[in-house]
C-alpha cells in the first residue's frame, strides 16, 4: 500500500494561514474563529482583490510556517508503515517554500511534489492521478487523500480500484460523497489506513 496525500488543507493550514493574513492585513474585524465555506477565496472575499493578496501572501512568513492540521507523531508512524508521498497544487515558485514549511515540523515522506485540477496557466501542470501514475509502484494499493472533491474525482476515476479520502473541511461540506470515504480529520483517516 502507498499513500498519496494532498499538503494544504490536508497536512498544513493553508486556510487558516490565509485567514490569518487577510485579518491581519485586510479586515481587521474578521472573526478569529472563521472559516470560509468556499474554497475560492474570491467567492469568500468578494470586495478584496484576491489575486494582489494571494501574490503578497506568497511571500510571508505565514505562507512558509503554517501550522499543522495533524499530529507529527501518528503521521510519522503511519509513514514507518507505507511510503508517503505528497502532493501539493502549487505552482513551482513556490515549491522550496513549501519543502521548508513541511521540514520545519519533522514530517517523514517519500517524496514532495506539485500536481492537482488547478494548473495556473502552466500547459504542462500534471493532474493529480497523472503524479501518482508517475510515482506509484505497480501492484501497490493506491490510497489517496485529498480536501478538494475535483482531485478526489480524478484520482478515483484514473484508479478506480484505489481508496479515495476526502477530508471534511467548510468549503467541501456540501460536496455528495457517492465516489470517496469522507474523514472528519487527520485522526480519522489515520485509523481507518492503519
Request: glycine content about 2%.
Given at each position: 500500500?502507498?499513500?498519496?496525500?494532498?499538503?494544504?488543507?490536508?497536512?498544513?493550514?493553508?486556510?487558516?494561514?490565509?485567514?490569518?493574513?487577510?485579518?491581519?492585513?485586510?479586515?481587521?474585524?474578521l472573526?478569529?474563529?472563521?472559516?470560509?465555506?468556499s474554497?475560492?477565496?474570491?467567492?469568500?472575499?468578494?470586495?478584496?482583490?484576491?489575486?494582489?493578496?494571494?501574490?503578497?501572501?506568497?511571500?510571508?512568513?505565514?505562507?512558509?510556517?503554517?501550522?499543522?492540521?495533524?499530529?507529527?507523531?501518528?503521521?510519522?508512524a503511519?509513514?514507518?508503515?507505507?511510503?508517503?508521498?505528497?502532493?501539493?497544487?502549487?505552482?513551482?515558485?513556490?515549491?522550496?517554500?513549501?519543502?521548508?514549511?513541511?521540514?520545519?515540523?519533522?514530517?517523514?515522506?517519500?517524496?514532495?511534489?506539485?500536481?492537482g485540477?488547478?494548473?495556473?496557466?502552466?500547459?504542462?501542470?500534471?493532474?493529480?492521478?497523472?503524479?501518482?501514475?508517475?510515482?506509484?509502484?505497480?501492484?501497490?494499493?493506491?490510497?489517496?487523500?485529498?480536501?478538494?472533491?475535483?482531485?478526489?474525482?480524478?484520482?478515483?476515476?484514473?484508479?478506480?480500484?484505489?481508496?479515495?479520502?476526502?477530508?471534511?473541511?467548510?468549503?467541501?461540506?456540501?460536496?455528495?460523497?457517492?465516489?470517496?470515504?469522507?474523514?472528519?480529520?487527520?485522526?480519522?483517516?489515520?485509523?481507518?489506513?492503519?
Amino acid at each position: 500500500m502507498e499513500l498519496f496525500l494532498d499538503v494544504d488543507g490536508v497536512i498544513l493550514d493553508f486556510e487558516g494561514a490565509f485567514i490569518d493574513y487577510v485579518r491581519d492585513n485586510f479586515l481587521p474585524d474578521l472573526p478569529v474563529d472563521y472559516e470560509p465555506k468556499s474554497w475560492e477565496m474570491s467567492e469568500e472575499f468578494k470586495a478584496l482583490k484576491i489575486d494582489e493578496i494571494w501574490k503578497k501572501f506568497v511571500y510571508t512568513d505565514r505562507f512558509k510556517q503554517m501550522n499543522l492540521l495533524i499530529d507529527s507523531e501518528s503521521f510519522n508512524a503511519l509513514s514507518e508503515l507505507y511510503p508517503i508521498y505528497l502532493i501539493t497544487n502549487l505552482p513551482q515558485a513556490q515549491f522550496e517554500s513549501r519543502k521548508e514549511n513541511l521540514e520545519m515540523h519533522n514530517l517523514n515522506y517519500r517524496e514532495l511534489t506539485l500536481a492537482g485540477h488547478f494548473n495556473f496557466g502552466i500547459d504542462d501542470y500534471p493532474t493529480k492521478s497523472a503524479m501518482i501514475s508517475r510515482l506509484r509502484t505497480a501492484g501497490e494499493k493506491i490510497v489517496f487523500l485529498d480536501d478538494h472533491p475535483a482531485n478526489c474525482e480524478d484520482v478515483k476515476a484514473s484508479f478506480p480500484e484505489s481508496d479515495v479520502y476526502l477530508m471534511s473541511r467548510p468549503h467541501n461540506e456540501k460536496v455528495d460523497d457517492s465516489e470517496w470515504i469522507r474523514v472528519k480529520d487527520w485522526q480519522n483517516f489515520a485509523k481507518k489506513v492503519s
